[in-house]
């Protein structure tokens, strides 16, 4: 199994520009989670998914953060628009209910706003 | 009374010592506690974990040591190794309706000198 993949792995971009870091969940995975890791504030949940259906989004910092899944294959975060305190490293992690509570993390995307 | 509390935030030993990181929560409704590892540019990944209905749990060189009464959990690392460096994190679910929600420590820096 190839594990969770993310793209980009790295992202520079300027302040105002819209970012959309994307995720490929495990195969057969049910659960897919979008987390942000700081120095400041550790590792934050920012939303989660079940079967392609968001269920918990309290951890959205704000209105310009949006995720979506459109399949079980696939989803995206986007940051419409980006500021500087973006900047962190943003990681998708999936798992199958039916094997426990395991979460697979993929490598994560290192966002960089100038 | 979501949150989890994990101490300290660095951790230096000598090879061969046995670092011990611990964690504390309020939530009498969690009831798995993982502990991830994470190396420098990937993601966290599961190292082991342990439900309250036991006290201690082993795998390898890595034990989980659980207070309920106290609602503390720690991880011991024996014969640390210089490979061991990482960063650690706890974590803490309530299972039933969380959906597998984790709540993860603020982390640990290990580092293990040769």
């Known amino acids: 199994d190839a594990g969770v993949i993310q793209s980009p792995r790295h992202e520079v971009t300027e302040m105002g520009q819209e970012v959309t870091l994307r995720c490929k969940p495990i195969?057969?995975?049910?659960?897919l989670f979008w987390y942000r890791q700081t120095m400041m504030r550790g590792l934050e949940l920012l939303i989660y998914f079940n079967n392609n259906v968001p269920i918990d989004d309290s951890g959205m910092p704000e209105d310009r953060f949006s995720a979506k899944m459109p399949n079980a294959s696939f989803s995206t975060l986007k940051i419409q628009p980006s500021e500087p305190r973006d900047s962190a490293v943003y990681f998708c992690?999936?798992?199958?209910?039916?094997?426990?509570?395991?979460?697979?993390f993929g490598p994560g995307t290192r966002l960089t706003v100038t | 009374q979501q949150q989890v509390k994990q101490s300290p935030q660095s951790l230096i030993v000598q090879k061969g010592g046995i670092p011990i990181i611990n964690c504390a929560y309020e939530n009498t409704a969690f009831d798995y506690f993982p502990w991830y590892q994470q190396f420098p540019g990937k993601g966290p990944a599961l190292l082991i974990a342990?439900?309250?209905?036991?006290s201690e749990k082993k795998e390898g060189r890595f034990t989980i040591s659980f207070n309920k009464s106290a609602k503390q959990f720690s991880l011991h690392i024996m014969d640390s190794q210089p490979g061991d460096s990482a960063t650690y994190f706890c974590a803490a679910l309530a299972g039933g309706t969380s959906y597998g929600k984790l709540t993860f420590g603020q982390g640990t820096i290990l580092t293990v000198h040769p």
């Open positions: 992690a999936s798992r199958i209910s039916r094997d426990g509570y395991e979460q697979y």
């Open positions: 195969s057969g995975h049910d659960y």
């Open positions: 342990i439900r309250p209905d036991v």
